[in-house]
């Protein structure tokens, strides 16, 4: 077993590799690169990975879990996405690079859908062998992350090349998908309904209270999230912070450790009080951001990214868990898509409007007021945690993998 997880690792690194290498620079080079965009501009540029997501279950519900191998579906979307990254980073206007960009998001988004399937379906137990693989992920954002601030390219204004980097790297996982394990659809040769045409299969889900209740808060918190993904390289680089992908990439330093311990605080803790945590750093991790600076707040911001393990892993990678035990082996990639619309689709599809919003209400003549942005989405994911920890009753993972759909 041990040769494969190190097969599906790979996977996991380059997949996330992938994704780091542009998408936490992609504020700094829209506000600050040849195509000084405003806040609303990279506001819409991030909608893309929304758009993505909203797709995604529709795209792997319906293909993956019926007509084509996870792995092939992989390579195809990975080799067309090298492509459009390589375009993007050439685009000479706005409109013509947020064209690119939003068809490759739509590409992208549902391979993590299709990586987590993959990776689930070749082990005997998800529960404990899943955190791990998913580790070797966090490590390609942190290596993409120090790649970029040892090149140099923010403070060169050279960030073009963080989406041919990726684009190389896209190009790699896309060969390597197809001689990944086979993964076959699961109901081939089922009947389809107009249900299973448009891919709500995973809709059956809601019909259990607990897991209703993880789907909104899902919903609701990455309301909150959008404004991290979205704007604090612009705001680290706005303070005068040297290398600030670098700094970043401590982010997922703290999620390889918490992942490595997943196991020992799921048996631990449980569902409801890993989820819980997980929303509480994100209050607390934007309160840090609003009173840190570069000199004597410096630990603050420093603070604020550390709690990025806690925030990630206590929240999605526990619910990407749960959502498995909920869903069971035959609805297991469209329910992995469906949670993908929850937390990057509609959610951040809100966050992302509202972030834009926000940042250029609280600017004036070009320069921010980080601490009125900051604690913004602090309010919104407290009343989200509060509103949480009232309604979700936890149920196990026998019981939710026994509760019919």
């Given at each position: 077993m041990r040769p494969m997880l190190l097969r599906l690792g790979s996977?996991?690194?380059?997949?996330?590799?992938?994704?780091?290498?542009?998408?936490?620079?992609?504020?700094?080079?829209?506000?600050?690169?040849?195509?000084?965009?405003?806040?609303?501009?990279?506001?819409?540029?991030?909608?893309?990975?929304?758009?993505?997501?909203?797709?995604?279950?529709?795209?792997?519900?319906?293909?993956?879990?019926?007509?084509?191998?996870?792995?092939?579906?992989?390579?195809?979307?990975?080799?067309a996405g090298a492509a459009l990254l390589w375009w993007a980073s050439q685009a000479a206007t706005f409109p013509a690079f947020l064209t690119?960009?939003?068809v490759y998001m739509v590409l992208f988004m549902p391979t993590l859908a299709l990586v987590n399937s993959v990776a689930m379906r070749h082990m005997e137990n998800p529960e404990k062998q899943f955190p791990p693989v998913r580790v070797a992920g966090?490590?390609?954002?942190?290596?993409?992350?120090?790649?970029?601030?040892?090149?140099?390219?923010?403070?060169?204004h050279r960030l073009e090349w963080t989406f041919r980097m990726a684009a190389m790297a896209s190009l790699l996982l896309g060969l390597y998908a197809f001689t990944l394990p086979d993964t076959p659809p699961l109901k081939r040769g089922a009947n389809v309904s107009m249900s299973d045409i448009l891919g709500l299969d995973s809709l059956?889900?809601?019909?259990?209270?607990?897991?209703?209740?993880?789907?909104?808060?899902?919903?609701?918190?990455c309301i909150p999230l959008s404004f991290y993904y979205n704007f604090t390289n612009p705001f680290l680089n706005d303070l005068g912070v040297r290398g600030a992908a670098g700094l970043q990439?401590?982010?997922?330093?703290?999620?390889?450790?918490?992942?490595?311990a997943m196991p020992f605080f799921f048996t631990r803790l449980g569902v409801k009080k890993m989820l819980a945590l997980g929303m509480a750093a994100w209050v607390a991790r934007y309160v840090l951001f609003a009173y840190g600076?570069?000199?004597?707040?410096?630990?603050?911001?420093?603070?604020?990214?550390?709690?990025?393990?806690?925030?990630?892993?206590?929240?999605?990678?526990?619910?990407?868990?749960?959502?498995?035990?909920?869903?069971?082996?035959?609805?297991r990639s469209g329910a992995q898509g469906f949670i993908t619309l929850a937390t990057y689709g509609v959610g951040m599809l809100i966050g992302t409007y509202l972030s834009g919003f926000v940042v250029d209400r609280f600017t004036v003549d070009g320069v921010h007021d980080w601490r009125s942005i900051w604690m913004v989405p602090a309010s919104i994911a407290f009343v989200v945690l509060l509103v949480f920890l009232f309604l979700f009753?936890?149920?196990?993972?026998?019981?939710a993998a026994a509760e019919p759909l």
């Open positions: 996977m996991m690194f380059l997949e996330f590799f992938i994704w780091g290498a542009w998408f936490v620079t992609l504020g700094t080079y829209l506000g600050q690169g040849p195509l000084h965009a405003d806040g609303s501009q990279v506001a819409a540029a991030f909608l893309s990975q929304s758009i993505g997501a909203i797709i995604a279950p529709f795209v792997v519900g319906l293909i993956a879990d019926r007509y084509f191998a996870a792995q092939r579906i992989l390579g195809v979307l990975q080799i690119l960009i939003m966090s490590v390609g954002w942190i290596v993409a992350g120090v790649l970029i601030a040892w090149l140099g390219w923010e403070h060169a059956r889900l809601l019909k259990s209270r607990s897991y209703l209740v993880f789907f909104l808060a899902s919903v609701a918190i990439s401590l982010g997922q330093a703290s999620e390889v450790v918490l992942m490595l600076d570069v000199n004597a707040g410096y630990a603050l911001l420093v603070g604020g990214i550390i709690l990025h393990g806690i925030c990630y892993d206590f929240f999605f990678v526990t619910g990407q868990i749960y959502t498995d035990a909920h869903a069971g082996p035959r609805f009753k936890e149920r196990s993972a026998r019981a």
